[in-house]
């Protein structure tokens, strides 16, 4: 399996500012997901990030809402911008799909307060 | 939706009972995987399941697979306060690249 950590691992913020959380993992891994997970809901996929290429969005998740980058194999970040109190949530980046026989592996999450 | 649902939502046991779990879902997919949350905390990874695959075994847990009735359970074996937390399933689909579906989780709470 993988080490996975997440920075900040809670924040709370104003609306209308934006918050960069970063993933960073202790190996090289092909896929990099982030999942977002609403009050008492289950996780929902926003995106995958792609190494040195745009990041690929689920319906519902536009690119100038949650600007993704990923410079290398071990790391990458979510920016959720312009924030509203919609958006917060737990945010979750997970690796693995193939990596480790297909089992993707979660980090410890980010907890986003939007007041 | 393509999320899956589970049931039942809540489950409340006494420690040393069974807990089963159920998941469904609505496509076909290349494997299932088992996931506990505790206290909306990041998800540790319990057990994968292939298509190929009707059972597995991990120590106290017993999942099955019914890709015919798209369809899985999760069984605890004497289950310990520790056991509390919520259970998801996640499906990976034919053809998404890994991408998960998971379901609407079970919250379990198992008592002294």
């Known amino acids: 399996s993988a080490v996975i950590s997440q920075k900040p691992s809670r924040d709370i913020c104003q609306r209308g500012t934006s918050l960069t959380i970063q993933c960073q993992v202790d190996s090289q891994v092909t896929m990099m997901f982030w999942y977002r997970q609403q009050p008492g809901q289950s996780l929902t996929l926003i995106a995958t990030?792609?190494?040195?290429?745009?990041?690929?969005?689920e319906s519902g998740f536009v690119i100038d809402k949650f600007p993704i980058s990923r410079p290398n194999l071990t790391f990458s970040t979510l920016t959720v911008s312009n924030m509203s109190p919609e958006d917060s949530s737990i945010y979750l980046c997970?690796?693995?799909?193939?990596?480790?026989?297909?089992?993707?592996?979660f980090g410890p999450g980010t907890r986003l307060t939007v007041l | 939706s393509q999320q899956g649902e589970e049931d039942p939502q809540a489950l409340s046991i006494q420690e040393g009972e069974n807990a089963t779990m159920n998941c469904s879902y609505k496509?076909?997919?290349?494997?299932l995987q088992w996931y506990r949350q505790n206290s909306g905390r990041g998800l540790v990874h319990l057990i994968l399941i292939r298509s190929n695959e009707r059972e597995k075994h991990s120590g106290r847990l017993r999942v099955t697979l019914d890709t015919s009735k798209k369809s899985s359970s999760l069984l605890i074996t004497a289950s310990r306060a520790a056991d509390t937390a919520s259970y998801f399933c996640a499906t990976d689909a034919t053809g998404t690249a890994s991408k998960l579906t998971f379901g609407t989780g079970t919250r379990l709470q198992v008592t002294l």
């Open positions: 997970s690796v693995g799909g193939g990596d480790w026989g297909n089992e993707q592996f």
């Open positions: 990030a792609n190494q040195g290429s745009e990041a690929t969005y």
């Open positions: 496509t076909s997919i290349n494997n």
